[in-house]
């Protein structure tokens, strides 16, 4: 799963044109935490998402359906 939310992440940063320094800087989270979070290294923490779904202008309701969608599509359960 936390592939699947980091690389939607890097999706909505991408469409709105956000560098990784940008949305670590606004998010508050320092740029390393940030690539490992957008790789799936790491599973995001809540507090970290919303910071993140903040400053990327994202609804979490929103974020957590397209998430569950790209899991059912991929034949993922949820962890």
Known sequence: MAKVIGEYIVSLRKDKEISQEDLAR???LNQRSLRRIETGEVSVTVY??????QVLDEDIT????KVRKNLELMGEEEK
């Open 26 to 28: 606004d998010s508050g």
């Open 48 to 53: 970290s998402l919303s910071k993140l779904l």
């Open 62 to 65: 929103v974020f957590w359906r």
